[in-house]
């Protein structure tokens, strides 16, 4: 017998898990308490002693498992009660003493009344915590070995498995657990020329109920690791109901699936003769339907009981855990008969061979024709199980007797007490987990590898933006590509759903950045600047489910202008800055359409739009450079509800495109309902002066004055425009590296003040301009890219 392991209680910063109680329970390791714990205790106590039952006062459960692993719990519940002057090291060695024997002796012994009320207080919870250990490790392995047994039924049954096919799609709305369970069971069925035939309900809902089980496994371990934890904590019922009463609901899914799928297994088997006798067996070991009913009927019912009869609650669980691994072991055991049960018969002619040499050649080769193509999981398990059952026929003389000694031994076998057990999990985690190494890479959706050739393109691209940005004087700035996530928590990633959040061990809430402004804003506000101009050239990251031509990481170039300057200075030089990037990207011909926010919602006020509406009509508006107005319209009437004289008004100044000061003069003839609203008369006033300066500086020749141009967002509140290409979309992009590249350009403006960001406080006074170049490979081709430029103040 193999020397059994030692586990050991009470050390400084040392923990006790479910599998260290699963172990000393059932006998499996010994038990010892650290020094360190003992000598924090007394030897003696002036407190007047008296003789007890030490059993009487520890907890009493239905079984000798549930009883010993009790004892495990409440030993190191004690142990953490070693500032009391009164608890001595008699009772935590007396209680170690008992665990390490054979069977539970009732002797007594002498306690004073502070060790006796301590055992009285920590009898309950040690006692459901006990048996939520207990049902912790038992549902973890029955978690592993329940797949494994399916995909054997699966191939028994000659099942159809399509319903393993899912696919994780990304977007954050998967059953991950589902996904999981029906990958693990394609590789275990990896190559198997039996699956895909046979339609069967209990064979297609197996990722749905184990993937049940699956998170019902988590929810107990999380929370069985903290109470088994917990020090002297008096037990909490809500703890235990919460996390047992799913996790038996998912046993009975689990448990009703596998036996229908074992009863199939049976009227499968071959032989006339093996399938009769294991009727026989099967009807009289394995747990009915009606004993799997009345299991989970009775755990519903004592739910409802008194807290301190929860000890019965958390029992009748663990009951229904045994009668649903048996069930799971007899599914592997008419599944095994299934496909290997031919050896039955094959034992039972042995005797033939020497008069009936010829035949028995014969049937071999026959046998070997017939020989079938298990998975590449699935054949190791079986060889496993026939490795355990080499030379394990004992005494039989015929077919039945040889059954009966196999079912025993699997029954052994599948047993997690059984010493071979481990090595049996432990290679079907081996199998699963070598996917990894089996599978076909692939990249995460939304994202994409840059060869060199679109890395040379990239190099050249980033080195004229830089050189730009760098000739208007500003300097570049580096952030982390993680904020924490209260920073990055605003109207634009919560809403839009855009934050990937991090498993962060340090304890605080980390995010990936969506952009690189709030960064940006963090830095400013953090080190008390007034005045910045910065770029930064980085990946940002959106948490979305991509279309066609989008991406979930990708770059941006942005440059931004924090402080106090002349008016629409920083617009003037954005604009100026962008004509200039254009250019020299040599790209082909392009027009900068340009609007102000403030006069769209004076439109939109002049129109009869109530000002609640103002956000989601521009959003409608925004569509029209890919939709008609007639389309639009529908829209507005329809979903969102404005009348039809509203829309027929919003139509004629939408249409309103041209020259800037040209259109500008017209919007500022006397008699224009514009100059009778505030906010309009403002914005014209901003874009006279931005237009002329354009004019000075003679690059207004590509900008264009559009009233249709729009942004429903809510902190667009100033100039806002696009930079769009004129003629057809294919152009060429540096004609000395690559001629099949195609560039798409869009640019939006909006006045940004930095006080907005959540959770920065910024002087009143600092507002921010900036502009925002988006890099992506659009999705039409690996040969096209998307070049967004957006610009904020």
């Keep these: 017998m193999a020397e059994l392991s030692v586990i050991t209680v009470g050390g400084k910063g040392s923990s006790l898990s479910s599998s260290s109680v699963y172990a000393v329970a059932n006998g499996l390791a010994q038990l010892r308490i650290d020094s360190s714990a003992l000598n924090r205790l007394p030897s003696s106590s002036s407190s007047p002693l008296n003789t007890h039952n030490l059993v009487s006062l520890l907890p009493s459960l239905p079984t000798i498992e549930e009883s010993r692993a009790s004892l495990v719990v409440l030993l190191s519940k004690l142990l953490s009660l070693s500032g009391s002057p009164n608890i001595r090291t008699v009772l935590p060695v007396k209680i170690a003493e008992l665990l390490n024997s054979p069977d539970l002796k009732h002797e007594s012994l002498d306690l004073n009344d502070e060790e006796a009320l301590a055992l009285e207080k920590l009898k309950l919870s040690s006692a459901l915590y006990a048996i939520c250990a207990l049902l912790d490790h038992k549902s973890a392995t029955l978690s592993t070995v329940s797949d494994a047994v399916a995909a054997i039924s699966c191939e028994a049954l000659k099942a159809d498995v399509a319903a393993f096919n899912l696919i994780d799609s990304g977007d954050g709305h998967a059953a991950k657990e589902e996904i999981g369970v029906a990958s693990d069971l394609k590789v275990l069925l990896n190559g198997s020329k039996l699956v895909g035939k046979v339609e069967i309900e209990a064979i297609s809902r197996i990722p749905k109920i184990h993937a049940s089980l699956r998170e019902q496994v988590k929810s107990v371990r999380s929370k069985t690791r903290v109470e088994l934890n917990s020090g002297g904590k008096l037990v909490c019922a809500g703890v235990v109901r919460t996390a047992l009463l799913p996790l038996a609901a998912a046993l009975w899914d689990l448990g009703d699936r596998s036996l229908s799928r074992a009863k199939m297994n049976v009227d499968g088997v071959g032989s006339e003769n093996s399938r009769s006798s294991l009727v026989a067996l099967f009807e009289q070991k394995c747990p009915s339907g009606e004993s799997l009913r009345g299991g989970f009927k009775l755990v519903s019912q004592l739910v409802f009981e008194e807290e301190e009869n929860y000890d019965n609650f958390a029992h009748e669980v663990n009951v229904l855990m045994g009668i649903v691994w048996k069930i799971v072991t007899w599914e592997a055991i008419t599944a095994f008969m299934v496909l290997e ?48 059952l080499q030379g394990k026929g004992g005494n039989a003389v015929d077919s039945l007797g040889l059954l009966g000694n196999w079912v025993e031994e699997l029954i052994s076998f599948l047993d997690p007490k059984d010493p071979e057990f481990d090595s049996l999990l432990n290679r079907v985690k081996e199998l699963v987990e070598s996917n990894e190494t089996r599978r076909l890479p692939k990249l995460p959706k939304g994202t994409r590898d840059f060869a060199k050739e679109q890395m040379a393109i990239r190099k050249k691209a980033f080195s004229i933006i830089e050189e730009v940005f760098e000739r208007h004087g500003a300097t570049t700035l580096d952030t982390p590509v993680f904020e924490l996530r209260e920073t990055l928590m605003g109207k634009y990633g919560e809403d839009s759903k855009l934050i990937y959040d991090l498993a962060d061990q340090g304890g605080e809430l980390l995010s990936l950045r969506y952009d690189l402004t709030v960064p940006f804003a963090r830095y400013v506000a953090m080190n008390g600047i007034t005045s910045f101009k910065r770029y930064q050239i980085a990946k940002v990251y959106r948490r979305d489910n991509p279309s066609k031509g989008r991406y979930r990481e990708f770059y941006q170039c942005d440059f931004d202008i924090a402080g106090q300057y002349e008016k629409m200075g920083p617009d003037f030089e954005v604009i100026k800055i962008l004509t200039e990037l254009l250019d020299e990207l040599d790209i082909g011909d392009y027009e900068i359409k340009l609007n102000h926010r403030k006069l769209l919602d004076g439109m939109l006020e002049i129109c009869g739009v109530p000002p609640e509406k103002f956000r989601t009509i521009c959003s409608s508006i925004d569509k029209l450079d890919k939709q008609s107005f007639e389309q639009i319209k529908k829209e507005m009437v329809e979903e969102k509800g404005l009348s039809v004289e509203t829309v027929d008004k919003i139509g004629t100044f939408v249409k309103e495109r041209g020259h800037p000061l040209e259109l500008l003069f017209k919007l500022k003839q006397e008699g224009s309902s514009f100059l009778e609203n505030n906010a309009s008369i403002d914005a014209l006033n901003d874009l006279e002066i931005l237009f002329k300066a354009l004019e000075k500086s003679k690059c207004i020749g590509n900008v264009t004055f559009d009233l249709s141009l729009a942004r429903g967002l809510d902190y667009y509140t100033g100039v806002i425009y696009e930079a769009v290409f004129k003629g057809g979309a294919q152009v060429k992009l540096f004609k000395c590296c690559c001629d099949f590249l195609c560039f798409h350009f869009a640019c939006y403006y909006c006045f940004y003040n930095l006080s907005y960001v959540p959770s920065l406080i910024l002087p009143s006074d600092i507002c921010c301009r900036f502009l925002k170049i988006s890099i992506q490979m659009t999705g039409a081709s690996n040969n096209e890219w998307r070049i967004v430029i957006a610009s904020s103040h």
């Design 341 to 388: 049960g031919a050896e039955l018969n094959g034992k039972k002619s042995e005797g033939s061979e020497v008069n009936g040499g010829e035949n028995v050649k014969v049937e071999k080769k026959s046998e070997k024709k017939k020989k079938v193509v298990l998975g590449k999981g699935t054949s190791v398990i079986i060889q496993l199980i026939k490795d355990r």
